[in-house]
């Protein structure tokens, strides 16, 4: 995608230099803690195509433990929704009124001003992140409205955990003639 700025991790040559540049990469947004069974081979990639304040991108991501704390969210300021299309690998999401299980197949909603936990195994996914502002525009919300806004310390219903169905088990069979 010649034009668009994108941002990539890149995989250093020596092994023992991979978990660190890995937690170096998603430190910005993410602390990070690898988990015993984690492999950071070749396939471990993070991109991302930067569409003028819309993010999307792919990961394939070692077995980890990721945190969105209250002081990293008031420290960075950032207001966006991130949708994680999962296509492989398990993940168990804690920090929120009711813990979640997300599977291939399945979309999380991640509000990234409330603080998450995440605790996966080898994951490949495909994410979206889009400014909340964005959205408020777009649906014609007041920005004043509560469940539009930033509000630290206050837990919302994210993440939301949507499976996706295989529309083709749901479509009907043809109508005789």
């Given at each position: ?103 291939p197949r ?39 409205d509560a ?31």
């Amino acid at each position: 995608m010649a034009g668009i700025p994108c941002d990539a991790f890149e995989m250093p040559p020596d092994q023992r230099d991979r978990a660190g540049a890995w937690a170096d990469y998603l430190a910005p947004v993410f602390e990070v803690e690898l988990l015993p069974t984690a492999r950071i081979d070749e396939d471990v990639h993070a991109k991302t195509y930067n569409f003028g304040g819309i993010l999307i991108g792919t990961v394939e991501a070692p077995a980890q433990r990721l945190k969105r704390t209250s002081r990293m969210i008031a420290r960075q300021g950032i207001d966006h929704l991130l949708l994680q299309f999962y296509r492989a690998g398990d993940v168990r999401i804690e920090g929120v009124k009711q813990p979640a299980i997300v599977r291939p197949r399945h979309v999380a909603v991640f509000d990234m001003t409330q603080s998450v936990t995440t605790e996966a195994t080898r994951t490949t996914a495909i994410k979206l992140i889009l400014p909340r502002k964005l959205l408020v525009d777009q649906i014609g919300a007041n920005e004043g409205d509560a469940q539009h806004r930033a509000n630290p310390g206050v837990t919302t219903r994210c993440p939301h955990v949507i499976p996706c169905r295989d529309q083709r088990r749901h479509q009907r069979a043809p109508e005789p003639p």
